[in-house]
């Protein structure tokens, strides 16, 4: 019904064979007024799946979970006012941490604009900071073209979010469909393409370190990357959402560096004389351990992104390329291993628990639940990161780094087991962060998602409390928090659950919740004051 090419159809049938044509399967959204001619099409045809989510913030949380796991752009879809407003959150948690997504926002009449109307706000300046692009559409005639470009951009460089904002008269409005596909769009950067000082910088250091980022996977260059350290010689660290890119277990691998980081990832910067950072915006996660002059050394910084050079830190040569063409065309000479040697001596037991009770531990649980995992996902807390800190090689880690978003996890969940429902997803939740999406519960039943909701239940903000313990003298003010009965509550959506409140019952009840691909919801009871 859709395919045929240089046909006059309407805005809203022009909308779903373009987004087809560019390869879209699944878009997440909630209905309201001004896109009702839109969901009237997608109610005739069967290329586009539609995932009705309960809250739009939880449409782009899934979204990004989708196009994590799926590798393509994830696409939203939603009415104009505050369905349009609650997307902002997601837009800039996906802006930060390189997710390509396309927004599809509906807008008022092109005759009411600027008239205050009824549900009437300007998506696109009020994400002109947190988006990679945006765009208004008020005639058919550029929906094809814009949705198009939408998509080019959002998968070029860094990878990111874009706006495309529609007036409702577009949907209904008649015009031609021409068929066109992605044709490639190039951005206006002009990438580096010799590395020769690179290569003379890495070949005259004696201690080299590289610290990998989001942008070594955005490249695919995981192979690349372990090769290059291999013949290196060379120490890897990874930031929080470069975990992945280099393997867990190898022995040139020293962890998470930064303020949850590994002491022996941060200590591997502290003896390096030269810093090869991969893909990595060494933000102030990171920045803020070391004493100015511990950085006071050469830096080598690659980046897709020419903004994040030498943003957060002063860099000897910076290169905006891709990562993976960067270390395929980089002839280096093996380091002495002395150097490797001699720092594998600092890795320190680290990240060792302080136990305040007999009541279950989130290492404890975490550790068990990683025993049946192939993807998971985190809120935003302590428990987050529990779980980087205790992650096992082979697992495939979804979480919010850049803006910390507390209420992305769970429906990130939901749109990882849409990508690959084939996969047991794991959601770890703190009972503070759950409840910022708990009404994805329904999404998840809706779809019979097997998705297993993992809630570490302290009864506080977690995060926060510790903060308060360091800074002010424990006084927990709003940080002590009253739940409901997750169990009960799971129940009423018609969800299996239990509850977990000692150690002898861990494993029994997990392998439960694992026994088939049904969605599952557990409440551990967590000791209320263990501490990162």
């Known amino acids: 019904m859709f395919q045929v090419k240089t046909k006059l159809l309407n805005g809203a049938q022009i909308l779903i064979n373009t987004l087809t044509n560019a390869g879209v399967n699944t878009i997440f959204g909630y209905p309201g007024s001004v896109v009702l001619n839109v969901y009237e099409e997608l109610s005739k045809q069967n290329l586009l799946r539609h995932i009705l989510v309960r809250h739009e913030q939880a449409a782009i949380h899934a979204a990004e979970g989708y196009a994590k796991v799926s590798n393509k752009a994830g696409v939203v879809l939603v009415t104009s006012g505050p369905g349009a407003t609650n997307i902002v959150t997601g837009c800039a948690d996906a802006y930060f941490d390189g997710i390509p997504l396309v927004i599809l926002t509906g807008q008022v009449d092109k005759n009411l604009l600027g008239k205050n109307a009824f549900q009437e706000i300007d998506i696109v300046q009020m994400t002109e900071n947190c988006s990679k692009a945006g765009f208004r559409v008020t005639d058919a005639d550029m929906l094809e073209k814009t949705i198009l470009k939408a998509f080019e951009i959002s998968q070029s460089g860094k990878k990111g979010p874009v706006i495309v904002d529609i007036t409702q008269n577009v949907f209904s409005d008649i015009s031609n469909f021409y068929g066109e596909n992605i044709s490639g769009y190039q951005p206006e950067t002009q990438y580096d393409k010799d590395f020769t000082s690179a290569q003379k910088l890495i070949n005259t250091s004696h201690k080299p370190a590289i610290i990998t980022g989001a942008g070594v996977l955005h490249s695919n260059a995981e192979k690349e990357l372990f090769e290059f350290a291999k013949t290196l010689n060379a120490p890897v660290v990874s930031t929080m959402l470069g975990i992945g890119s280099y393997p867990l277990n190898d022995e040139n691998y020293f962890g998470m560096l930064g303020i949850y980081g590994k002491n022996s990832a941060n200590e591997v910067l502290r003896k390096s004389d030269l810093l090869l950072i991969l893909g990595a915006r060494f933000n102030d996660r990171i920045t803020s351990v070391f004493r100015p002059e511990e950085l006071n050394k050469k830096i080598l910084q690659v980046d897709i992104n020419s903004e994040e050079l030498g943003r957060n830190v002063n860099v000897t040569e910076k290169y905006c390329c891709d990562i993976k063409e960067f270390v395929q065309n980089i002839t280096v000479s093996p380091k002495s291993a002395d150097w490797l040697n001699s720092i594998q001596k600092i890795k320190v037991q680290d990240n060792i628990i302080s136990r305040k009770s007999n009541m279950l531990h989130s290492c404890d649980v975490i550790k068990e639940i990683y025993k049946h995992t192939e993807i998971v996902t985190t809120e935003v807390g302590q428990h987050q990161i529990f779980a980087v800190q205790n992650l096992t090689q082979g697992i495939k880690f979804i979480t919010s780094g850049g803006f910390g978003t507390m209420g992305f996890g769970f429906p990130a969940a939901i749109g990882a087991a849409v990508a ?105 009871i967590i000791e209320p004051m263990e501490e990162i």
């Open 420 to 524: 690959n429902p084939e996969k047991h997803v794991v959601c770890i939740a703190g009972d503070g962060s759950f409840q910022m999406n708990i009404q994805e519960l329904a999404t998840v039943k809706e779809y019979n998602l097997p998705v297993k909701i993992m809630v570490l239940n302290n009864g506080y903000l977690g995060m926060v409390r510790q903060l308060q313990e360091s800074r002010f003298d424990g006084n927990y003010y709003e940080t002590r928090i009253s739940n409901p009965d997750f169990v009960k509550l799971a129940e009423s959506y018609g969800i299996q659950a239990a509850r977990v409140s000692s150690p002898d019952e861990l494993k029994a009840v997990l392998e439960k919740a694992f026994e088939d691909n049904s969605p599952f919801l557990i409440d551990f």
